[in-house]
Nanobody, 122 residues
Framework: VQLQASGGGVVQAGGSLSLSCVVS????????MGWYRQAPGKQRELVAS???????NYADSVKGRFTMITINARNTVNLEMNSLKPEDTAVYSCYAEVTSYSGSGYNRNVHWGQGTLVTVSS
């Protein structure tokens, strides 16, 4: 299973950016997806998450500004970020909880995409 993240970059405060994460490989079922971020010198923070059949959950710090959209048919999760603030500057990483079938049966694991840097200038 591979996760390919794209998007990110540099934007001025108040601007918008979009991140995208595509899951590929041996996938029987995606049970959850989401985005974490980690700013320099800070702990990793769960930004947004969703479980299969559920509604997205957001960190308080991004509620009303970020929207996570899943495109199930494409195994894709996007993160639309609006009204960006300098404190949103971080490396953003997507994850997916994937159930896969191998010769020994079904296995569920968390897989990670490569981080993508978002820089918001003041």
């Amino acid at each position: 299973v591979q996760l390919q993240a794209s998007g990110g970059g540099v934007v001025q405060a108040g601007g918008s950016l979009s991140l995208s994460c595509v899951v590929s490989g041996s996938i029987s079922r995606i049970d959850g997806m989401g985005w974490y971020r980690q700013a320099p010198g800070k702990q990793r923070e769960l930004v947004a998450s969703i479980t299969s059949g559920g509604n997205p959950n957001y960190a308080d710090s991004v509620k009303g500004r970020f929207t996570m959209i899943t495109i199930n048919a494409r195994n894709t999760v996007n993160l639309e970020m609006n009204s960006l603030k300098p404190e949103d500057t971080a490396v953003y990483s997507c994850y997916a909880e994937v159930t896969s079938y191998s010769g020994s049966g079904y296995n569920r694991n968390v897989h990670w995409g490569q981080g993508t840097l978002v820089t918001v200038s003041s």
